[in-house]
């Protein structure tokens, strides 16, 4: 069974930056991905890494402003997340799945329990 923690959440006010990491226990998982989730959105797909690190996948209402890297072949990911508006608050979610980036992106095996980022305007 793996195990996905995720850490960095917390209150900032709008054009600030900040970190996100998560860590997944078990052998090299093949992709990892972060999503979002308010009550007001359905969950969104936020960015996705592959193993080693070399090919990033984002959608459009992050790409410039969210940068998510890994380190190596370890199962730790994290997300950098600059200029922040009030409408990324939400809970941050790491995933991981071993199967390519349509499941990585749709529906991953692996879930964190997800950690709240609060954007104040």
């Known amino acids: 069974q793996v195990h996905v923690e995720e850490v960095g959440g917390g209150l900032v006010q709008a054009g600030d930056s900040l970190r996100l990491s998560c860590e997944a226990s078990?052998?090299?998982?093949?992709?990892m991905a972060w999503f979002r989730q308010s009550p007001e959105k359905e969950r969104e797909f936020v960015a996705a890494i592959d193993w080693a690190g070399s090919i990033s996948h984002y959608p459009d209402s992050v790409k410039g402003r969210f940068t998510i890297d890994r380190d190596g072949a370890k199962n730790t990911v994290s997300l950098l997340m600059n200029n922040l508006k009030p409408d990324d608050t939400g809970v941050y979610y790491c995933?991981?799945?071993?199967?390519?980036?349509?499941?990585?992106?749709?529906?991953?095996?692996?879930w964190g329990q997800g950690t709240q980022v609060t954007v104040s305007s």
């Open positions: 078990g052998p090299t998982l093949y992709l």
């Open positions: 995933a991981a799945d071993n199967r390519g980036w349509v499941e990585i992106k749709a529906d991953p095996t692996y």
